[in-house]
């Protein structure tokens, strides 16, 4: 292997806290890591996506994204249909070698098992890694009445060597196109060879800042306003917009994050509304009847009407942008323009009263997940109030930290996993987020779960991500074996009630640090830390509750069990 992949390798291993499991393994995380982090632009589980040894038919990782979600299960999935009424999905498949050149016998049990992972009649064995997808698989097929275009298929070939467009080589992927176009499950099939230069420029992609440039010429410039580098308003075209909220590759970008709402489907009168003009004959009139997007950035660098716009968020627009995204393929969209507001700054007092003054025009409920807010911002801040072992990341912006090579990875917290770990820890929750959070999500937007109040104490938030972050690693180091990933929320629930007697204080009492420093000495002995978790999992065992069965970690009556289990 050359020294360059291999520095990509040990930098990865070092920044996701990997124990080395030999060279083919390793490259394979680099492979899948540096792969689906170009399609899929948000933070995700190295773990999900990367297929256990033995029984794998010719498959290292896989991911499914639908509607923009990297999904994990089937409910994940129901809920977008339930949302959006309608789904696009896109499927990934990775093959990675360490072999210093390509293989036609690689190459075509690649294409085989991955023409065996969609056949109604499979003839090879599939681990329980590789099975997991295929349901899901299943599960979307079975729902392709609610499919906006059939799904589009990529297969990835990854080699350390050197791809030079070898005749039988390309003669094998233009048949494996053939036969899996043939089998009319695809809009669109490409398979792709990556060799080592190809793979290092996609691994360097992964710790770019999202930046576009556009062509913006029908513009005003807005007088200086104090704290405020430049700012702009003006139309685009549709040709230039899409440039803002895609990649090359035309995924969606996740530059969201700092919106009020996320995007609400196009199941609702306003979306709806947005889609029909767009998609109608008169499509050029949504200029004069949408208020457009607001948009800042970190920088603006202008080159005459060439604007390169650096670290930037769509901070009002979301709905209007994922409509026109979505409608991207439609005949009328070439007449549409946009209007837009371009402001740059890096005062985030500021941003956040933009973003408040452009959304006030919609009711916003506090415990709907919104990055913006004080709180949100608060809890970074926290969190950054911890150094050398207990130094965790929250990342309220998805891949915030992407670019910044001294942070390790592992120890990144994202938005959905606060959720995931404080409502299994310290809301008796697990069955609900074990899977997804969708249910959570909604539970949230209702107010019918506590989190994310304004007058919470952040310490709890904290703590929980911290025995999150703990566990995980004893599970990488095989201290603890990966059949209880599962159950690694019902583990975290366990971890508090058996190691804390007290009745837990309410979340905005004073008590609450108390409580949960008490659990914090525990989780900074590594020790006591194993031993602890341990015991959680002899519950699970000697409780009437069945990790391998998916259906009883998401019960509540499975957590009553071990509730039950624990007061006697």
Known sequence: MDRITQSFIDELLETEELKSEGESKDFEKLANYSVISNEYNKTFDLNFVTIGDGDDTGIDGISIIVNGVLVE???????????????????????????SSFSTADLNTFIYGVKDFFSTSPKL???????????????????????????SCKLFYVTTGKWVGDVNLTAIINSGKEDLEATNLFEIVDIIPLGARELAKYYRKTKE?????????????????????????????????????????????????????????????????????ITNSGSEIFSVLNNGITIVASKISPTGNQFTITDYQIVNGCQTSNVLYNNKNNSNISKVVIPIKLIA???????????????????????????????????????NSFEGDKRLYYERRSKQYNSDSSVIKSRIITVPYQIKSFAGMFLNEPHNVTSYFGSIVRKLNDGKIQIFDNDHIYIPYYTSAYAYYKLENLFKKGLIDSSYRKVKFHLLMLFRLLNEKNEMPKFNSKK??????????????????????????????????????KQDVKLVSKTKNLLDYLSK
Do not use: M, W
């Open 345 to 383: 700054t890096e005062d985030d007092e500021i941003k956040t009263r933009i973003t408040l003054a452009t959304n006030n025009q919609t009711p916003i409920k506090k415990e709907q997940l919104a990055s913006l807010t004080q709180f949100q911002r608060s809890l970074e801040q926290y969190y």
């Open 125 to 151: 064995r599939r681990n329980e890694s590789l099975q997991k997808f295929c349901d899901l698989a299943n599960h979307i097929y079975k729902n392709a009445p609610k499919l906006k275009n059939n799904p």
């Open 209 to 277: 800042s999202v930046s576009t440039t556009i062509n913006f010429s029908n513009r005003i410039t807005i007088p200086e306003i104090n704290g405020i580098s430049e700012a702009y308003i003006g139309l685009i075209p549709y040709e230039e917009f899409i440039k803002i909220v895609s990649n090359e590759e035309q995924n969606l970008l996740n530059v969201f994050e700092d919106n009020v709402r996320d995007f609400q489907g196009e199941n609702n009168d306003v979306n709806n509304g947005i889609a029909s003009t």
């Open 512 to 549: 609450i640090e108390a409580y949960c420093n008490n659990l914090l000495d525990i989780l900074s002995d590594e020790e006591k830390t194993l031993k602890a978790f341990k015991k959680c999992c002899k519950v699970i065992d000697e409780a009437d509750f069945d990790k391998s069965d």
């Open 73 to 99: 299960s089937i409910e994940e999935i129901d809920d977008l249909i339930e949302k959006n009424g309608s789904i696009e999905v896109d499927f990934v498949f990775i093959q990675s070698k360490t072999s």
